[in-house]
């Protein structure tokens, strides 16, 4: 297959509901890594529907949070074509959500081989779940493992995903909802980022089983080593005095709850924070900030302080992280929060 | 002085203004150079306006085309604090712009320099323009050449500067009204950015006073350099087929005739474009839209194409240099369109 056809980008369902809504200006919402894979499949939306004027987003999507409302209402799009992710959050712009689901399945061969690995584990219980590229293949992988013996638990689905089982990068109910039936969880996904938050989020072992590389990886040595990381950017945070507490400014990455939570300790414990509104945060942005801040917390994300591929030079906490800081209690880890 | 003193933030005049117009949630913009600078004095004005919650904008700030407007809807903030440029466009949210006038003057020895320098180029006519943040010298630099016998002319702002004199990144009207009645320009600037522009747009030798550096710097050969990247860069795009149009985000930015135009040439031409809406654009994103384009065209910011630290990969082109492209007539370099 060529790799535009690596997705299912479900054009039948676009071009329905485009007519349905009698949309005529549609902006396109992709998350980066699909981008050029679904560029080419907008030609055909574009001979299909010749009244519709289609503008593609051209910034990052890291989630359903991170919705173009904004863009859309300023160039008056009448619909967001929104691409890889589910709803996060009712929007003022109507959207439509496709899920674009993966092609590259699991073989039954890989499967047999995570069967073998949980044995060896002696993983009897586990979890399952799946970023929503992969939901698709989710039964298949139950049904082998549960022929082999291995009890299988799918949670229900979360405020941030729609399906159960689904899992997406700050929402991981699905898996803690089982979290205390099971030894392990396994999780359908490619990479590092998924698999890590749901290690943090449950503090159990992690299996991934990932069809595009046909291969079954343990994270948990990983997943600890990011543990490790995080507590000591916890320790070297213990003497900040003044915090940046970072805003996000897309709607569904506003959390003013969190904000002023975390405000309310600062005061109690007589130090002094500014709040600053990013949209996205890179170390580039933070030195900007200079030496006034100690520290620096993220209500937008709680992904940003971890997953950054550059390291931020000063200390970039989650409002978790930030909770042990400011009362001194030490915890296990919380995530995400 | 202190670096917190460099720039005359008028602290004064905020405190006036926010009162005045009893705001009660200001968000303030601060260009990134000056953000570091800025953070001390907002101290400040936490204390006297101890009712009055402040918000910062950690999101780059290139100019008044980049009012954070959209940030302001969505916190609810009743007044932007927009430092260090002048008013680009009237805004819906109320704003004020606060010069930020640099302290640090000229030397009349460094004033003296250039008189000598003008004088070995023997250019007896010149325009003479300013950075926002050194207009506050520019009567002084006028006077002591004119004492030299150096016949200076300043011109009269254009759209999107508010001062004679006064240029920004994309409006040299101040030079160009008096450009056929100089044999030079000189610009008190810092940096690269601003002679540069001032280069492209009047097409004659730039002499730069730095009060920075203490420095006199002749930038022809410089934006000679620049001129031939770009020509190269339209040479690279004469093939293109498919082209990605990237429309602004920000209401500065978003300049829909400029986009309609482009657009029919590419039609008329029977080549290829679709809309890309970009709040920032880098290399990392383009690269993310992956091999579908031939080439970019900018219509947000006429500076992204030529300003840009990391090389682009695909040709990206200003609207005057696309022109050039789709006509096939080669022109004098047109700056800003």
């Not at 619909?79 to 699991?106: C, D, N, Q, W």
């Not at 699905?174 to 979290?179: C, E, K, P, Q, V």
Request: glycine share 6%; charged share 25%; net charge positive.
């Amino acid at each position: 297959m060529s790799k535009e056809e690596y997705y299912d980008f479900n054009l039948e369902l676009i071009v329905k509901e485009i007519l349905r809504r009698k949309a005529k200006k549609v902006l396109v919402q992709v998350p980066d890594g699909l981008k050029h894979l679904f560029l080419p499949h907008l030609e055909e939306l574009k001979s299909r529907l010749s009244n519709v004027d289609f503008i593609v987003s051209g910034d990052p999507a890291y989630g359903g949070c991170f919705l173009a409302e904004a863009e859309a209402k300023m160039l008056r799009a009448d619909l967001i074509v929104h691409i890889g992710h589910t709803e996060y959050y009712r929007s003022e712009v109507p959207s439509i959500y496709i899920e674009a689901f993966s092609k590259t399945i699991a073989s039954e061969g890989l499967i047999e081989e995570l069967t073998s690995y949980l044995k060896d584990i002696h993983a009897k219980k586990v979890g399952l779940c799946a970023v929503l590229q992969h939901l698709n293949m989710i039964h298949k992988v139950k049904t082998i493992l549960e022929e082999n013996g291995i009890k299988v638990f799918i949670g229900k689905h979360g405020p941030y995903t729609r399906y159960n089982g689904q899992i997406v990068g700050c929402d991981y109910v699905s898996a803690l909802s089982i979290n205390d039936d099971v030894e392990a969880h396994v999780i359908i996904s490619g990479g590092l980022f998924h698999p890590l938050g749901l290690g943090l989020a449950t503090l159990r072992p992690i299996v991934k089983i990932d069809p595009y590389e046909n291969k079954i990886t343990d994270m948990s040595s990983y997943i600890q080593k990011i543990l490790k990381k995080r507590y000591w950017e916890i320790m070297r945070s213990l003497d900040a005095e003044k915090f940046g507490i970072i805003v996000g400014f897309r709607k569904g990455q506003f959390r003013p709850k969190i904000i002023s939570n975390i405000e309310e300790i600062i005061r109690e414990k007589k130090k002094t924070s500014v709040r600053i509104v990013m949209d996205i945060v890179t170390e580039e942005r933070l030195a900007n900030l200079g030496n006034f801040f100690d520290a620096y917390i993220i209500t937008s994300c709680p992904r940003i302080p971890i997953d950054n591929i550059v390291k931020f030079k000063k200390p970039v906490l989650t409002p978790g992280e930030a909770h042990m800081v400011l009362t001194g209690k030490l915890e296990k880890y919380r995530f995400p929060w």
